[in-house]
């Protein structure tokens, strides 16, 4: 585990994640949530957004923006067969962080400008950083 990821996530051990990548700054959380490599989606300068979508920083701008590529809310976190769950992270002042799930059953997630890696849950990054899980999503999986 890097120094970094530790001081920035204290509940994520060694033998929990592992690195899936090196960092970059071509994509963000929510693009590698919905399994985009090549866009940063932020509403913000420099970031795409999707047209019509509140992009606010809201959780419910997030959820917006999940709706828009074919996700709906769902009631769990828990690995169903068939479903791709994407989490998303907040705290009071809005959305933070989007993990999605595998078909194993961890979770994936690329950390801001860090790296991608896979986690076994959810938990591992809660904190001062990204909160908590405010909202569970999912859609049919490309696989079925």
């Given amino acids: 585990m890097t120094r970094k990821l530790r001081r920035l996530?204290?509940?994520?051990?060694?033998?929990?994640?592992?690195?899936?990548?090196?960092?970059?700054?071509?994509?963000?959380?929510?693009?590698?949530?919905?399994?985009?490599?090549?866009?940063w989606w932020d509403g913000g300068i420099g970031g795409a957004w999707p047209d019509g979508v509140p992009d606010d920083g809201s959780v419910l701008a997030a959820i917006r923006f999940f709706e828009h590529f074919g996700c709906t809310c769902a009631a769990n976190a828990d690995f169903e067969n068939g479903l791709q769950k994407i989490a998303i992270y907040g705290d009071d002042r809005g959305y933070t962080h989007a993990a999605r799930q595998l078909p194993d059953g961890r979770w994936t997630s690329k950390l801001g400008k860090l790296q991608d890696i896979e986690h076994d849950k959810l938990e591992s990054l809660f904190g001062h950083r990204y909160g908590t899980v405010v909202q569970i999503m999912e859609k049919r999986s490309n696989s079925t």
């Fill in 9 to 39: 996530f204290p509940r994520l051990f060694g033998n929990e994640y592992e690195l899936t990548s090196k960092k970059t700054r071509r994509y963000n959380c929510l693009a590698w949530a919905i399994g985009d490599t090549e866009v």
